[in-house]
C-alpha cells in the first residue's frame, strides 16, 4: 500500500479566489490521480497527472479551472480556479498499484466549501 | 463502456446482523473489482478485491466472490457491528479505467 497525505485537510474560501490542495505520497508512483466527491455521491475523476507530462482530464473537466502540477514522482498540487459554490466539495488524490490488479490508494481528502 | 451499478441505500441494520450490498457490473475486457470503503470524515479505504473469476476477497470478516458469469461482486458479512457504519463503494478497473458505484451508505445500530 501507500501512505498519502493531502493538505489542507479543510478549507472555506471565497467566490472567484483559487484554491491549490496538495497530495505527498510517501514512495514513488508514476500515475496519480484527482477526483471529486460532491456531497453524498460517488466519485469523479477530474484527471489523471503523469509526472514529465501534461494531466489529462476527463469530459467536463479542463485545465483552466483544474490546474495539476506533477513536479516529481511524489508529489502533485490540484488548484481549483475561480471558485463558485458550486465548486464544493471533497477532493481525493489517489495512486495507481500496479501489481495486484491496478488498485488504487487515496489520500484522506480535502473538503472545500466556497461561501 | 464500463460501469458499475451498487445496490442503493441507505441500509440500516442491527448489530450482529447479515449484511448483503449488491454490486454488478459492466466491462468490454477482464477487469479487477474492489470494495472501497469511506468512514465518516475519511478518504477511501482498499477493503478488498478480486483480480479474476472466482477469486474471493475478504477483509475484517467482509467477503466478495468474482462472479464471471452474472458480473457481480457482492458484498457479505455475517454479522456487522456498529464500527461498520460507513459508505461502501464497489470498483472496477479495465485497462486503466476506473469506475466506482454510487455507493451505499450503511448504518449499524447497537
Known amino acids: 500500500s501507500a501512505v498519502i497525505s493531502q493538505k489542507p485537510s479543510r478549507d472555506i474560501c471565497q467566490r472567484g479566489t483559487s484554491l491549490t490542495i496538495q497530495c505527498q505520497v510517501d514512495?514513488?508512483?508514476?500515475?496519480m490521480f484527482w477526483y471529486r466527491q460532491q456531497p453524498g455521491q460517488s466519485l469523479t475523476l477530474i484527471a489523471t497527472?503523469?509526472?514529465?507530462?501534461?494531466?489529462?482530464?476527463e469530459s467536463g473537466f479542463v485545465i483552466d479551472k483544474f490546474p495539476i502540477s506533477r513536479p516529481n514522482l511524489t508529489f502533485s498540487t490540484l488548484t481549483v480556479s475561480n471558485l463558485s459554490p458550486e465548486d464544493s466539495s471533497i477532493y481525493l488524490c489517489?495512486?495507481?498499484?500496479?501489481?495486484?490488479?491496478?488498485?488504487?490508494?487515496f489520500g484522506p481528502g480535502t473538503r472545500l466549501t466556497v461561501t | 463502456g464500463n460501469s458499475v451499478t451498487q445496490m442503493e441505500g441507505p441500509v440500516t441494520l442491527s448489530e450482529e446482523a447479515f449484511l448483503t450490498i449488491n454490486c454488478t457490473y459492466t466491462?468490454?475486457?477482464?477487469?479487477?473489482l474492489f470494495w472501497y470503503v469511506q468512514y465518516p470524515g475519511e478518504g477511501l479505504q482498499l477493503l478488498l478485491k478480486a483480480t479474476k473469476a472466482d477469486d474471493k476477497g475478504s477483509n475484517k470478516g467482509f467477503e466478495a466472490t468474482y462472479r464471471k458469469e452474472t458480473t457481480s461482486f457482492h458484498l457479505e458479512k455475517g454479522s456487522v457491528q456498529v464500527s461498520d457504519s460507513a459508505v461502501y463503494f464497489c470498483?472496477?478497473?479495465?485497462?486503466?479505467?476506473?469506475?466506482f458505484g454510487a455507493g451505499t451508505r450503511l448504518t449499524v445500530k447497537p
Open positions: 489517489s495512486v495507481e498499484r500496479v501489481a495486484g490488479g491496478h488498485e488504487q490508494y
Open positions: 514512495s514513488q508512483v508514476t500515475m
Open positions: 466491462a468490454t475486457g477482464y477487469p479487477s
Open positions: 497527472a503523469n509526472q514529465g507530462s501534461e494531466a489529462t482530464y
Open positions: 470498483a472496477l478497473s479495465d485497462n486503466n479505467d476506473m469506475r
